[in-house]
């Protein structure tokens, strides 16, 4: 449509200037009007400097738009209100294109700043792994002719020990950067939340776990992640109502703008505020003995799907997470 309105457009220019081109000759070849004449090359000469100047304005603007591409400047936006059909739709795929590259930019941004949190986690555990192991196996090999037997037992089990917690660290984070890419297929809500009970009705506090969704509410996702992303979710919200008699998880799905949310939410003690932001760092965990890993792969399941997982919390009202996909 674009390339058919520029043709149009420069043929109808280029038929009218040829044919004032041949009325201003033969006026002037056969005298019937030097006039006329003179006013056909000055209308050439004005639509040829219009048409000079359309060129040059569109030139200089898709010069301006390669130039914020290649600088990284996404705030720059071209207006498409105007009656040239060619240029609004230009405009338009120009703003089109740097929203995309914006995107972009913003994502390749977001996942630096989130495997550098990774590469800081990995480096502050495996030196605290390795420290111990270096020290103690140093303090072996030194004194190890004045060790009884016993003391290199307990020595060698302290090793073995942070070896152990140290495999258990890498293979958390084998879990987590080594998602597969999401397969689709159609999954009604109503089946989705059938599956998840049966696979928790053996979990502590089971009984407490309330599902609702609409009937016809369907979504296009990979169910086995998503059915690991939920029990993550819900795992977590029953751990926060653990020993509390009025304890209540509540696993809602609705649809509002033509996407769908998934609220897992629980009356617990709640999260800080100063915690929040840190939810959903890999390997950070508010709970003793926590391993850190489950909301982290619940959030990259569903960035992987396109879409976002957020926490809000109100301590000792309610926490609740909200998977849009």
Request: charged share 20%; net charge neutral; aromatic share 8%.
């Amino acid at each position: 449509m674009v390339n058919r309105s520029l043709y149009l457009k420069i043929i109808g220019i280029v038929s009218l200037i040829v044919f004032l081109a041949l009325l201003g000759s033969v006026l002037l070849i056969t005298g019937t009007s030097y006039f006329l004449s003179f006013v056909c090359l000055c209308i050439i000469l004005l639509i040829t400097l219009l048409l000079i100047r359309w060129m040059n304005g569109i030139n200089r603007k898709i010069a301006t738009f390669f130039e914020s591409v290649r600088n990284g400047d996404t705030a720059l936006r071209y207006p498409n209100k105007t009656n040239d059909p060619f240029v609004k739709d230009l405009y338009t795929e120009m703003n089109r294109i740097i929203l995309l590259f914006s995107q972009n930019q913003s994502e390749m941004e977001e996942k630096r700043l989130y495997y550098e949190s990774i590469l800081r986690v990995l480096t502050h555990e495996i030196r605290n792994s390795i420290t111990p192991i270096r020290s103690l196996s140093a303090d072996l090999l030194k004194y190890s002719d004045t060790y009884t037997p016993k003391q290199l037992r307990e020595g060698l089990e302290v090793i073995h020990g942070q070896a152990q917690n140290l495999s258990a660290f890498l293979d958390s984070y084998h879990r987590l950067t080594h998602l597969p890419e999401p397969e689709r297929t159609e999954v009604p809500i109503t089946s989705l939340f059938q599956k998840m009970e049966r696979l928790l009705c053996a979990e502590p506090g089971s009984d407490r776990i309330r599902f609702s969704s609409a009937e016809a509410l369907t979504v296009r996702v990979d169910q086995n992640l998503i059915v690991l992303a939920l029990i993550n979710l819900i795992r977590n919200a029953l751990q926060a109502i653990e020993g509390q008699a009025d304890g209540i998880v509540s696993v809602e799905a609705l649809k509002t703008d033509g996407r769908v949310y998934i609220t897992i939410t629980d009356n617990g003690p709640g999260i800080s505020p100063e915690l929040l932001s840190a939810i959903f760092t890999p390997f950070f965990s508010t709970k003793s003995g926590g391993s850190g890993i489950g909301l982290s792969i619940s959030h990259r399941i569903m960035r992987l799907h396109g879409g976002d997982l957020t926490v809000d919390s109100l301590p000792g009202v309610r926490t609740e997470f909200r998977m849009k996909l």
